[in-house]
Structures are given as C-alpha cells and as structure tokens.
C-alpha cells in the first residue's frame, strides 16, 4: 500500500510541476465559461429594428414603446413603406423590421417581419421575440411561460455541455498522454518490474487526474451558479455521483487509448478525432440531437458525452430527481463497464 501511494504522489508530484499542463488544465474552464457565458451566446439583445408604419395609433404606439424599452430590440429607425426598410436591412444598418398593418390596433394582427435571415435559427428567435412583446402587455419575452429557463439564456444550456466537455477531455486525453509518455521515454517498463502490480501502476497513475477532473468540476459548477446565475435546482450530491461515473468512463477511454497510441502525437490526434469532434458536433452540446439526420442519431448514441449532459440538463436545470435520469445513468454505468473491460484487457495483452 505504501508503495502504491508513493507512486500517486510520485504522478501527483510530476503533474504539478509542468506549469503548462496545470494552465491548460485550469485556465480552459475558466476563459470556456467566461466564453460560453458572456461571448459566445444565443441570447437575444439589441437587435437593431426599423419600424415601418403607415399610421400611428395609440395601441400602435404602446406596441413601439415596449419594443424600445425592452433589453431584446433597439429601434433605429422609423420608415413609412417595406420597400425602404429592405433597403436598411441590405445596407446592414438594421437587423429586422417590423411592419405595422393598418388594422393592428382593432384586430393585433396584420404585423409582418422583415429580417436578416442570413443565420436562420437567429431569426427564428428575434421574429418569436419580437411577436412576443408586441402581443403581450406585461412586456415579458415570448407570449408564453417559459419552464425552467424563463429568460431564454443560453448559459442554462451551455454550462452542463461545458462540463460534459472538459471532463472528457482533460480525463481521456491527459491519461493516454501521460502513459504514452512513459512509454515514449522507456520508464514504463522499469514500472512495470517494480513490485508494484501493472494495474496498480495505471491506477496510480489515473488518481491525481480523477482528483484533477473532480476540482475543474466543482470550479465549473461554483463559475456557473455564482457567475452565470445558473441554477443548481437538483440533488447535489446526485450531480456529483453521476459526474464520478463519467469522469471513470473518460480514465478507462483514456487508457484504452493509451493502448493504442505509441507516441504523445499519435495519443493527441486520437484523442482529438475521437473525444473532440464527436464531442461538439453529436453530443448535442450545440445542435440538438433530435434535429439532426437518422444516421448521425445513431452515431451519437455511442457517444457518453450525450448522455452525461442529457441528466446534467435534467438535474440542474429542471431539478428532477434520480428516478428521471436513470436512463441516462444506466447507459452511462454500460459504457463505463465495457471500456474498463476492453481497456484492462488490451493493457493486460501488452504487457503479455
């Protein structure tokens, strides 16, 4: 035993002396959340909007008030025909328009938009907005109650994709890496004749990155409750129970491809291939997993990632109890079991 902890804080020792790992390590959860929260977002505001009206009555006018006053338009210009807000729009001074018909006030209908629709799912959301506050009299963001997420603020999504993301990657990628690293350098066979068992080298190995991912998710969930504002409307401790499945799912996905990979690059391009990408692109970190084609459905439904955001979501955000997630942590619990399987037999066949 004594010797098993020497060798995890023989690894613990090496990890906190490469300055640049610890940087990487903790800096990209923070500028990610800081990115994800205040740079990168779908969140509606100021959208640049041109009137067009060719009568101006009173509940006309009230409409055009709560436009202004609210945080989600800004009201550049007034025009008197289509014609000339298309022109606005074309020349970029303008996002959208909103043309008033001459029976809006008797009927609150005849109201047409005209919008930039050069990204498409924005000005889905600018015309849902727009109509909202143009309908509704208490000024509030879409005609309707919002569950969960009230003010529409994508940080509500992104945080738990954020978690979903790092974790992976820091867990997976910072394992194979650092075991093809002393494969690189010819000291993993001098391990592996110390009295210490193989498998206990790996696992020593694997603990300060289990204790690494442990720390960058409670950073992760402290940024997003006290610097996002978002909730954590579920059972803490069910949060972190799943969080430990999937960060033990990413150490076996790491030291499967350790097994792989013979040199550091090698364990990178892997690693980028088969963590990065599929992370981003099918996890439904930014594209929701219904919208996409039948056959990359069935892709991502291999990818754990999917599901550990799924209940993340669920719990977080809806605070929904264990019973709701189940799903998601039975499949989670699946693939934590074959890849620790298929990874301890790969490593036990090397050392054969």
Known sequence: MKQFISFVIKETKHILRDKRTMLILFGMPLVLMLLFGFAITTDVRNVRTVIVTSSMDHLTQQAIDRLAASEYFTVVKAVSTPQEAERVIRSQQADM???????????????????????????????????????????????????YNPQMRSAYNFVPA??????????????????VREKEKGT???????????????????????VLAFAILVIILLMGRFVLGVPL???????????????LLALSLGLLISNVAQTQLVALLLSA??????????????????????????????VPPRYYIEAMRKLMIMGVGIEQVL??????????V????????????RLE
């Open 97 to 147: 328009a909103i043309v008033f018909g001459p029976d809006f006030a008797s009927k609150r209908s005849g109201v047409q938009f005209i919008v930039d629709g050069a990204d498409p799912n924005m000005a889905q959301m600018w015309t849902t907005y727009a109509l909202g506050v143009l309908l509704n009299t208490e000024g509030g963001a879409v005609n309707s109650k919002m569950l």
């Open 162 to 179: 954020i978690m979903g993301m790092l974790l992976m990657l820091v867990c997976a990628m910072m394992t194979s890496i650092s075991i």
């Open 188 to 210: 993993m066979e001098v391990l592996l004749v110390s009295p210490v068992k193989p498998l206990m080298i790996i696992v020593a190995k694997a603990i300060p990155y289990l």
């Open 233 to 247: 409307a579920g059972s803490l401790f069910w949060i972190l129970v799943i969080s430990v499945i999937y960060i």
């Open 273 to 302: 291939m088969v963590l990065l990408m599929p992370i981003v692109m099918l996890s439904g970190m930014l594209f929701p997993v219904e919208s996409m084609p039948t056959v990359l459905q069935w892709v991502s439904a291999i």
């Open 327 to 336: 799903r998601e942590t039975g499949i989670l619990l699946l693939m934590l």
């Open 338 to 349: 074959v890849l620790m399987t298929l990874a301890l037999v790969k490593f036990n066949k």
